[in-house]
């Protein structure tokens, strides 16, 4: 009982600590790919490359004064940015990363915990989740803020209907509604994954439970609620400093969780593609040898003077990565960690490449979308895969 | 740790409750309405009910609440104005309310005669599958009935909005 506990408590800071760093540099990384999409180069001036940019931005949101405006709703004002990201960390705790690995001796998962109600735990906490945005809104007592709040809280109830139904489609074929056995049911490789899984190919409903992600984390093109040219900054309109951090936080965070659950419901979580007797293990090893090696050649033939060292440096360091998923001691639990991380990383990317892409939408076009198209195919596809499975399976 | 537990949420529950009737402002209501119904879910979750559980946050606090802190902030609907309390209520309120609950708790104490205790984790036909089971074998006619009541109100509800367009 002592050792579940510490082990607990360790797995907690260490998922923690990980998620707080990706949180800063996913910020980093989205200024980094609409810059480049935008042929600009993007944050350049703090650390090689910008890297230490996300340290700076820390600081200086730590730092700023935290004006408390004196017509809000006090408690409610105050509680608001406090539910956001609380509710924002806390679907994090069911996400398995990996499998289950020997550390020093003891046998744990790469989970905080496994609840036998997984999926409905994150969708209760999400829906929690719009109470922050939607009390921000309206105790603020300002119209802008209120007219994000609104915006924002009918959007994430008319999207919930539709990310929900999309979510149960998948949850018919693997017959659970625990994460890690879902993604157990999905092992052996690619033809396996809910998203390919016969009777019936999940592809439609993977579509519509991205489309509807997007509009519940409030990103472009749905990001009606904090749309700047009519509502200048929406529901975090009187926010500033580390309260308005929150809610910058808790939008990462769930975005995050979007790609972790579509990772883990369509693309199998943490499983490789093919299995690994076809050499799957090896993919991470060619891939971070070739970053490293590129990363090697371009310093050697810098185009600009200060790369002549940081371009040698991360190019070591890709190697070392490399060499470090040879290891069979790191091997068991890095394949599957690295696999999970370009699953959700890709669709993370996905999120930036439409940011940088796409315009936003009118409202009436929004909520026209999700009720006449969007929920009705999303129904037709959940009756297709029930009558599917109960006819073959 | 369980009673610790019961203990700590069922008197969140309760602080909840009474807050929904004493504060002035609707969505201060409402949000201490959430509170209860939060708190709720983690005493089914004690008690070994988890789908029920997830399903009370889902569609009481993360639909149903959601829905009416919306209409409350659409209709921008003000504090509430304390107007001067009624002689009869101050004088036969309180003496009514322990009548009440009197008389609920001499049926309760009828009703179920023996006293057997609760305990906690000792119920286990919570989980998700053996709801579902239940649902489609012995409750299969009243599950279906309320589904059939649903969708009447559901067609209600369009026709009453579509008269109101016309």
Same mark, same amino acid.
């Given at each position: 009982?002592?050792?579940?506990?510490?082990?607990?408590?360790?797995?907690?800071? &260490?998922?923690?600590?990980?998620?707080?760093?990706?949180?800063?540099?996913?910020?980093?990384?989205?200024?980094?790919?609409?810059?480049?999409?935008?042929?600009?180069?993007?944050?350049? !001036?703090?650390?090689?490359?910008?890297?230490?940019?996300?340290?700076?931005?820390?600081?200086?949101?730590?730092?700023?004064?935290? $004006?408390?405006?004196?017509?809000?709703?006090?408690?409610?004002?105050?509680?608001?940015?406090?539910?956001?990201?609380? /509710?924002?960390?806390?679907?994090?705790?069911?996400?398995?990363?990996?499998?289950?690995?020997?550390?020093?001796?003891?046998?744990?998962?790469?989970?905080?915990?496994?609840?036998?109600?997984?999926?409905?735990?994150?969708?209760?906490?999400?829906?929690?989740? #719009?109470?922050?945005?939607?009390?921000?809104?309206? *105790?603020?007592?300002?119209?802008?803020?209120? @007219? +994000?709040?609104?915006?924002?809280?009918?959007?994430?109830?008319?999207? %919930? @209907?539709?990310?929900?139904?999309?979510?149960?489609?998948?949850? @018919?074929?693997?017959?659970?509604?625990?994460? !890690?056995?879902?993604?157990?049911?999905?092992?052996?490789?690619?033809?396996?994954?809910?998203?390919?899984?016969?009777?019936?190919?999940?592809?439609? *409903?993977?579509? &519509?439970?991205?489309?509807?992600?997007?509009?519940?984390?409030?990103?472009?093109?749905?990001?009606?609620?904090?749309?700047?040219?009519?509502? #200048?900054?929406?529901?975090?309109?009187?926010? *500033?400093?580390?309260?308005?951090?929150?809610?910058? /936080?808790? %939008?990462? =965070?769930?975005?995050?969780?979007?790609? =972790? /659950?579509?990772?883990?419901?369509?693309?199998?979580?943490?499983? =490789?593609?093919?299995?690994?007797?076809?050499?799957?293990?090896?993919?991470?090893?060619?891939?971070?040898?070739?970053? +490293?090696?590129?990363?090697?050649?371009?310093?050697?033939?810098?185009?600009?003077?200060?790369?002549?060292?940081?371009?040698?440096?991360?190019?070591?360091?890709?190697?070392?990565?490399?060499?470090?998923?040879?290891?069979?001691?790191?091997?068991?639990?890095?394949?599957?960690?690295?696999?999970?991380?370009?699953?959700?990383?890709?669709?993370?990317?996905?999120?930036?490449?439409?940011?940088?892409?796409?315009?936003?939408?009118?409202?009436?076009?929004?909520?026209?979308?999700?009720?006449?198209?969007?929920?009705?195919?999303?129904?037709?596809?959940?009756?297709?895969?029930?009558?599917?499975?109960?006819?073959?399976? | 740790?369980?009673?610790?537990?019961?203990?700590?949420?069922?008197?969140?529950?309760?602080?909840?409750?009474?807050?929904?009737?004493?504060?002035?402002?609707?969505? =201060?209501?409402? &949000?201490?309405?959430?509170?209860?119904?939060?708190?709720?879910?983690?005493?089914?979750?004690?008690?070994?009910? %988890?789908?029920?559980?997830?399903?009370?946050?889902?569609?009481?606090?993360?639909?149903?609440?959601? $829905?009416? &802190?919306?209409?409350?902030?659409? @209709?921008?609907?003000?504090?509430?104005?304390?107007?001067? !309390?009624?002689?009869?209520?101050?004088?036969?309120?309180?003496?009514? $309310?322990?009548?009440?609950? +009197?008389?609920?708790?001499?049926?309760?104490?009828?009703?179920?005669?023996?006293?057997? /205790?609760?305990?906690?984790?000792?119920?286990?036909?919570?989980?998700?599958?053996?709801?579902?089971?239940?649902?489609?074998?012995?409750?299969? $006619?009243?599950? %279906?009935?309320?589904?059939?009541?649903?969708?009447?109100?559901? #067609? +209600?509800?369009?026709?009453?909005?579509?008269?109101?367009?016309?």
């Amino acid at each position: 009982m002592d050792t579940f506990i510490v082990i607990s408590l360790i797995k907690i800071f &260490v998922v923690f600590a990980v998620l707080m760093t990706t949180l800063a540099y996913l910020q980093w990384v989205e200024r980094k790919v609409i810059a480049h999409i935008q042929l600009r180069p993007g944050p350049y !001036r703090v650390g090689p490359h910008g890297l230490l940019q996300p340290l700076a931005d820390v600081i200086k949101l730590i730092t700023k004064e935290d $004006l408390l405006p004196p017509y809000v709703n006090r408690p409610l004002y105050l509680l608001a940015p406090f539910l956001a990201i609380t /509710m924002a960390l806390l679907s994090i705790s069911v996400i398995p990363f990996g499998p289950a690995i020997n550390v020093a001796g003891y046998r744990t998962w790469m989970q905080l915990t496994d609840l036998n109600i997984g999926v409905l735990f994150v969708l209760a906490v999400s829906s929690m989740g #719009v109470y922050g945005i939607a009390l921000a809104g309206w *105790s603020s007592n300002n119209k802008y803020a209120l @007219l +994000g709040g609104l915006r924002s809280s009918a959007q994430m109830i008319s999207y %919930e @209907l539709p990310l929900s139904l999309a979510i149960a489609a998948p949850l @018919l074929i693997s017959n659970t509604l625990s994460l !890690r056995d879902l993604v157990g049911r999905q092992a052996g490789g690619i033809w396996h994954w809910n998203v390919l899984h016969g009777p019936f190919p999940q592809i439609i *409903s993977f579509i &519509v439970f991205l489309i509807a992600g997007f509009a519940e984390t409030n990103r472009v093109p749905f990001d009606l609620p904090e749309a700047e040219n009519e509502l #200048v900054a929406g529901f975090h309109t009187e926010y *500033s400093s580390m309260k308005f951090a929150s809610f910058f /936080m808790a %939008e990462y =965070a769930n975005m995050i969780t979007v790609s =972790a /659950m579509a990772t883990l419901l369509f693309l199998g979580g943490w499983v =490789a593609p093919w299995p690994a007797e076809y050499g799957s293990t090896l993919v991470p090893v060619a891939v971070f040898a070739v970053a +490293g090696v590129v990363a090697l050649y371009h310093g050697l033939h810098p185009a600009r003077r200060r790369d002549r060292l940081s371009l040698p440096a991360f190019g070591v360091i890709f190697l070392i990565i490399a060499a470090a998923f040879l290891l069979p001691i790191l091997q068991g639990w890095l394949v599957p960690l690295f696999w999970f991380c370009a699953k959700t990383g890709t669709i993370l990317f996905a999120f930036m490449w439409v940011r940088g892409t796409l315009p936003r939408f009118r409202y009436d076009q929004l909520m026209g979308f999700t009720w006449k198209f969007l929920f009705p195919v999303a129904v037709v596809n959940l009756l297709v895969t029930a009558f599917l499975v109960a006819w073959l399976g | 740790m369980d009673v610790i537990l019961f203990l700590t949420f069922a008197i969140i529950a309760v602080v909840c409750a009474i807050n929904v009737v004493v504060q002035t402002h609707p969505i =201060a209501s409402a &949000v201490s309405l959430v509170g209860v119904m939060g708190s709720l879910a983690v005493l089914y979750l004690l008690l070994g009910a %988890e789908f029920i559980a997830a399903a009370q946050v889902i569609v009481y606090a993360g639909a149903i609440m959601v $829905l009416f &802190v919306f209409v409350i902030m659409l @209709l921008n609907a003000g504090a509430e104005v304390r107007h001067g !309390r009624s002689l009869m209520a101050q004088v036969l309120g309180v003496p009514l $309310l322990i009548a009440l609950l +009197g008389v609920v708790a001499y049926f309760v104490q009828r009703l179920y005669p023996r006293g057997t /205790m609760v305990h906690f984790g000792g119920f286990t036909g919570g989980s998700a599958q053996a709801v579902g089971h239940a649902l489609f074998t012995t409750y299969l $006619l009243p599950f %279906e009935a309320t589904s059939i009541l649903v969708l009447i109100a559901i #067609v +209600g509800a369009i026709v009453l909005a579509r008269k109101e367009m016309d």
